[in-house]
């Protein structure tokens, strides 16, 4: 494993996180041999979310540290809150609530960063200040940061809180490669020039901010993954073809193809299976060239 000292703490992660979303239909014993895995594998950042599982996942989670109390000093936590049943809410009463409550699953006493989940429209930058206060002085909270927010949202957020903003969990992936089209396409006319997030790869770079790709293998909700899907024949031909050259499985060349950008992407990795996990972390043991890497991207894509 391979790791990355985030600017501005103390945290020094791992290139891959595991995401902890789909824990929630599994037993405690299995998810406790999730955990063992992953940090045996070099894995110690994991992600979670309020909401993932209804709260189960983050149950199944703390009962696993209750087993083994010494692992918490060992790994990094983080969680998410905001999204609720039909709105958003960023009001400090629900994020103050949504820490606590993810506290007491957890199992632990300190959340090692907090996400803001889904931008809030109607968010008091003001009250989000005094939300992250309020849990960094009693010590529930280390760090902060946002979840699929563009640059003017972040700018806001950070005009307000002292805070440091230091992560940004975001979509990306080979087939979605938004964050990167409009910026290899300036000045152009064509759809891959349009900018539908405001050059947040940009942003997110001079800002010192680490963006955290989520569902790194999923082409769309409806379609689920991209890895030998009959609609990506043409980028699954290129990943067997480069997966041969490197010796890895396509899977993991799809998450070496992240990493291999220079903004120092962390990957969140939704797996439950252990077999899938150690393959994925067979992504750090390569460094694509960049020849192969604009060879990925530019399936079914063009340069200007």
Known sequence: MKYYQIKDTDMNVSVIALGCMRIA????E???????????????????????????????FGEVLKRHPELRDKMYIQSKCGICNGYYDF???????????SLER??????????????????DPKEVAEAFDELYQEGKV????????????ITLLQKYTKHKLIFNQ???NAVNAGIVDSGINVNMNNSGSIDHDG?????????????????ILQASWEKGCFINHPDYQALNDKLKELSQKYHISPTALSVAWILRHSAHMQPIAGTTSIVHLEELCEATTIE???????????????LP
């Open 25 to 28: 239909d599994k037993s405690v």
């Open 30 to 60: 299995q998810v406790e041999e999730l955990i063992l895995k992953a940090l045996d594998l070099g894995i110690n950042y994991f992600d979670h979310a309020d909401i993932y599982g209804g709260g189960k996942s983050e149950v199944l």
């Open 91 to 101: 009001s400090k009463k629900h994020i103050l609530a949504s820490v606590n409550q």
């Open 106 to 123: 957890l199992h632990t006493h300190y959340l090692d960063v907090l996400l803001l989940h889904r931008p809030d429209t109607l968010m």
């Open 142 to 153: 280390k760090y902060f940061g946002v979840s699929n927010m563009n640059p003017m949202q």
């Open 170 to 172: 975001i979509q990306f």
């Open 199 to 215: 050059n947040l790869l940009e942003y997110c770079r001079i800002n010192d901010i680490t963006i955290q790709p989520w569902s």
């Open 288 to 302: 694509m060239s960049r020849e192969d890497w604009y060879s990925l991207y530019l399936v079914d894509r063009q």
